[in-house]
């Protein structure tokens, strides 16, 4: 019998309910008064109909649902309201409300997709067709690299298309850039926003106000022969952060006998956070088309995203092997599990931060792609390149009332700690502020005074596609091949420097030259915190050595792909029957050859070593679209059988290994990346009803099963360590030994239901015509435990409940929407202690988003439009807790973060 971890049952909420029951009920009267306006229309064919040109948010609904009712796959699609106008902020936040999409919040922003339930690593993501890098340590996209205001679209693939190179296992994400010789003629527009975030003004010298640029212009030369499209986007936007994280949670804690099982903080903290966001984009487009049978195009991508980042606050250690005392504890019991929330803290020593990171982004892609037609037969050839470059400094200082254990610290420092949602209450009896008191010196007794990490990540990728088609009669509508090369190569290494105060590390105190004013942090209950220039403190008063070269030697690993893939296809035109079947099917052979690079650490020795693997899948895909009538009421039913795969990530393929001879066993023994690992593959069903009626509604049904056949994580697995260094003394009695490593293991199954709708109010009543409603839910579980069987971990990215909401009105160029974003709870993955990877249980997220607008559709102003937008309108909290619950079952609360409310005043000139 299988049993299946326990999750958040799937149910929907009463408006969700309401939602879907009324796109049921409606649907067949609609389609009713559908069938009578199409009577209608035919009695007044003898007049003169006026023609009707639909824009912006209703433009932008009729051409997303054209594209997903007229697609052969199973597919998403939202496009812009108007060039350079995608309907969100970001391509993450206009992605995420597609059904079964939903987006992971990093610092404030959507940055990351998952898709039906499946971390970002398994999709992929292409722009016009062509697979991409990433600045990411590994391959998932990171969207804040792509404005919007270059994106033309964007299509989702939930069901393999054959001829479609780069795909995932959960799904695709195509970006589509304009192509301006489908465009009816010379476009130029520009957009003008500022921006604001309601957390103000956190830290000294980082504003809280920003702005966006962008114009574009597009227009056809030489009798339409020649397009170009040129767009660039200018960014400049505040990041203004409140936090409380607690480290963790534990017993043993000096509270006297009778409170031995009460579980209390260990340690905390307490930041603001600023930051500077700079990115400019660039996109061009050229394209040449003599005739009908010729076109050729070539595109220009390229983006550089800068970010400033200046953090400052207060943690402490509250450990067991600290010194630290209670004074009137309060102790409340949640969930049978007793717990420490508040109190007077003595012996406390606390660590005053300021901390000063840099981020430099640069993503360039370029693409040739020529067709041409003869006959019955069309030639493709497409060449691409794609390269992405992240440098980064991650620098942390430390302050304080002196060294770790001196023995001077605040003897009364009160806290009171919600065991809900909200901030804590911490109360200090010392000025923080005060710089005649608070020293730079290694206040946690860490073994260093300030610390600099330096990550860098470098990614390459080439590729070359070939391809024809045949166009046939009968029941196969074409036949299709091909042949598909690239080459990936990805970097990752990490420089590590510690920071030690001059004259024997003796504390020192900040000179009045390089203070800063204070930073707030009252919204945690402590006043404020000294604040100084960082990199001016860092020249003044440490010296500077490298730190750990073992554990830095390890982070220096590369990875290098290459892929050959040939694929057939054929389209499918033909009856069942009395019902039209079209579609497709066909299959890739996808042969990888991979190697990984890295280091040997033993005992001080470093070594370099590689390793690698080669593997051929056949990857078989049919989608079949079944119309169970031939009017427009019918429903349409698609099925997609399919195999898929999705290469491991990037970090786990690293050849580095940490080893050693045990003195007791006499045996290797160590831990690494595995340059063997093979891909995680699963078989994938689809199946999906859709209801059409009118050009901006359908509703829409579907399930989805993929059935893994295996998945990664750490094992103990044989290795040979032949070749290693082995500087100690202890003499193996053999060199196979065990290696704890990423492997291929048990896989499993993710299933899912979704609904989804787009219904368009004057369908029903004449007086709501303007008015429309977009909405869809998805419930997805799966049984498979990512750390191996027997584990309880929850798969990384999946939310048991997903929903999205979107009301708007648009009429007489007066525009207004209002959305909301809802994923429940789910483990994410996130950037931990010096940029590493880690993992964390982030609580439910329900985010609501507003924009009204104006545009002038008569007279000299014609073309120019006015916008509000405010994003995150509800300032909803990022929050997490700790990674395992109590004896109990309780879990404890572990980060409060606020990011502020994004407002954004702007307008739009079209001529």
């Known amino acids: 019998m299988t049993h299946f971890p326990q999750r958040q049952a799937f149910c929907l909420t009463p408006m969700a309910a309401a939602i879907a029951a009324a796109a049921l009920l409606l649907a067949t009267g609609a389609g009713a008064q559908q069938t009578a306006t199409a009577t209608g229309e035919t009695a007044a064919t003898e007049g003169v109909v006026p023609s009707v040109v639909v824009t912006g948010m209703r433009r932008s609904i009729e051409n997303s649902i054209a594209i997903k009712r007229d697609a052969d796959s199973i597919v998403e699609a939202v496009t812009a309201e108007d060039i350079g106008k995608l309907p969100d902020m970001s391509i993450a936040e206009s992605i995420a409300r597609l059904a079964g999409l939903t987006a992971q919040r990093v610092e404030g922003r959507a940055q990351v997709i998952s898709i039906r339930g499946l971390a970002p690593d398994f999709s992929g993501t292409l722009l016009n067709g062509r697979e991409q890098v990433s600045t990411s340590n590994n391959r998932g996209a990171e969207y804040d690299q792509y404005p919007s205001e270059l994106i033309n679209g964007v299509t989702v693939y939930k069901t393999p298309e054959v001829s479609l190179m780069g795909q995932g296992l959960s799904g695709t994400v195509d970006l589509q850039t304009v192509r301006p010789l489908d465009m009816p003629g010379r476009t130029i527009a520009i957009n003008v926003r500022g921006e604001k975030n309601s957390n103000g003004k956190l830290n000294e010298g980082v504003s809280d106000r920003g702005g966006r640029l962008s114009i574009s212009y597009v227009d056809q030369f030489l009798n339409n022969t020649v397009g170009v499209a040129v767009g660039f986007a200018h960014l400049d936007a505040p990041g203004q952060q409140k936090e409380y994280k607690s480290w963790w949670w534990g017993a043993e804690n000096n509270l006297g006998p009778a409170n031995q099982d009460v579980i209390a903080l260990k340690g905390a903290e307490v930041t603001a956070t600023s930051r500077e966001m700079v990115r400019d984009g660039l996109m061009a487009v050229l394209e040449y088309r003599p005739d009908r049978n010729f076109r050729s195009a070539l595109d220009l991508y390229y983006s550089q995203f800068d970010q400033k980042t200046t953090m400052r606050g207060a943690m402490w250690n509250s450990h067991q092997w600290s010194n630290i005392a209670y004074r009137d504890p309060v102790i409340d019991t949640i969930g049978g599990t007793r717990l420490l929330t508040g109190g007077t803290l003595v012996n406390l020593e606390p660590i005053l931060r300021n901390d000063y990171n840099e981020r430099k982004d ?70 923080f502020t005060n710089a005649n008191l608070m020293r730079l010196a290694d206040v946690g007794g860490w073994g260093k005074d300030a610390d600099l990490h330096q990550p860098r990540v470098e990614d390459k990728l080439g590729a070359l596609k070939l391809g024809a088609k045949r166009d046939l009669e009968g029941f196969l509508r074409y036949v299709e091949g091909g ?38 942090l009252a919204f945690g209950g402590i006043p404020a915190v000294i604040s100084y220039d960082v990199m001016g403190v860092l020249g003044k008063y440490y010296d500077r050595q490298p730190a750990r070269p073992d554990d830095q030697a390890l982070q220096d690993w590369g990875v290098t792909e290459k892929t050959s893939t040939g694929f057939a296809k054929v389209g499918i035109d033909t009856e069942l029957g009395p019902v039209p079947l079209r579609g497709n099917m066909g299959v890739q052979a996808v042969h990888v050859n991979q190697e990984s690079r890295g280091v040997a650490v033993v005992g001080g020795q470093l070594k370099a070593i590689s390793g690698g693997a080669s593997y051929t899948d056949y990857l078989p895909s049919m989608n079949l679209i079944f119309d169970l009538g031939r009017w427009s009421d019918a429903w349409t039913v698609r099925f997609g059988a399919a195999k898929t795969l999705a290469r491991p990530q990037m970090s786990d393929m690293r050849a580095g290994v940490a080893g050693g001879v045990s003195q007791t066993t006499f045996e290797w023994s160590g831990s690494g990346g595995n340059p063997q690992l093979e891909p995680w593959r699963a078989n994938s069903y689809d199946l999906s009803m859709e209801k059409y009626f009118g050009k901006r ?43 704890n490593r990423p492997a291929n ?167």
């Open 697 to 739: 509604s359908y509703i829409a049904g579907a399930y989805f099963y993929k059935k893994l056949k295996t998945y990664i994580y750490n094992q103990q697995t044989a290795h040979d360590f032949t070749g290693f260094p082995n500087p100690s003394t202890v003499e193996p009695i053999t060199n196979i030994g065990t290696l």
């Open 745 to 911: 293991g048990a896989g499993g199954m993710v299933r899912g239901v979704e609904l989804s709708g787009s219904l368009e109010g004057g369908m029903f009543w004449d007086p709501l015509d303007g008015i429309g409603l977009i909405a869809s839910v998805s419930g997805t579980e799966s049984s498979i435990h990512p750390n191996g069987p027997g584990t309880k971990e929850k798969l990384p990215g999946l939310s048991g409940v997903v929903r999205n909401i979107t009301l708007y009105y648009e009429k007489h160029g007066f525009s207004t929407r209002v959305s909301q974003r809802y994923r429940s709870a789910y483990r994410g993955e996130v950037t931990g202690l010096f940029a590493q990877r880690s993992f964390s249980e982030i609580l439910a997220e329900k985010q609501i988003d507003f924009q009204i607008g104006y545009a002038i559709e008569q007279g000299p102003y014609k073309g120019l439009s006015f916008l509000l937008q405010v994003n995150n309108l509800n300032n909803e909290p990022y929050q997490t807790r700790q990674g395992d619950p109590f004896a109990s079952g309780a879990y404890a609360p572990e980060r409060y973060t606020t990011y502020g409310r994004q407002m954004l005043l702007g307008l739009n000139y079209k001529l």
């Open 483 to 520: 042949l598909y090369f690239s080459k990936r190569e990805k970097e990752h290494g990490d420089t590590n420097h510690y920071y030690f105060l001059k004259n024997g590390r003796a504390p020192a105190l900040v000179s009045q030259d390089l203070l800063r004013p204070s930073t707030s």
């Open 362 to 431: 640069k993503l360039a892609a370029f693409g040739w792609n020529n067709r041409y037609k003869l006959d019955r037969w069309s030639f493709e050839g497409d060449l691409s390149y794609s390269h992405a470059k992240r440098r980064e400094q991650v620098l942390e200082t430390y302050a304080g009332l002196g060294p770790a254990n001196s023995g001077i610290t605040d003897n009364n420092f009160k806290f009171s700690i919600p065991v809900g949602a909200g901030l804590p209450v911490f109360t200090p009896s010392v000025d």
